[in-house]
Nanobody, 120 residues
Framework: QVQLVESGGGLVQAGGSLRLSCVVH????????MAWYRQAPGKQRDLVAG???????SYVDSVKGRFTISRDNAKKTLFLQMNSLQPDDTAVYYC??????????????WGQGTQVAVSS
């Protein structure tokens, strides 16, 4: 029923920027908390940024000041603006509906993700 479609990834040099998008299909978007996750090669999938239905944001320390999470409720789209990218940001990035307070995903499936590769 719910479909999560991530896009916007690519290959960039260190210091560059990307803007990721996540379109949410099949559910009410505006009332849901949302988040971006990433899974680096050989690593677990980690929460990197979240935004509540009311617009409150939270970031993991490693991306604070560089990444900005936002949402467009009219377009049912979640965004992640990534600036000053570093090689450690290389990962597949995913979005999902979450409970902002517990950090647990609400939808038990993941989309295809979008690959971000940052070269030195």
């Amino acid at each position: 029923q719910v479909q999560l479609v991530e896009s916007g990834g690519g290959l960039v040099q260190a210091g560059g920027s990307l803007r990721l998008s996540c379109v949410v299909h099949g559910t009410i978007f505006s009332g849901n908390d949302m988040a971006w996750y990433r899974q680096a090669p050989g690593k677990q999938r980690d929460l990197v940024a979240g935004i509540s239905s009311g617009g409150i944001t939270s970031y993991v320390d490693s991306v604070k000041g560089r990444f900005t999470i936002s949402r467009d409720n009219a377009k049912k789209t979640l965004f992640l603006q990534m600036n000053s990218l570093q090689p450690d940001d290389t990962a597949v990035y995913y979005c999902n509906l979450i409970n902002f307070a517990t950090r647990q995903i609400v939808y038990p499936r993941w989309g295809q993700g979008t690959q971000v590769a940052v070269s030195s």
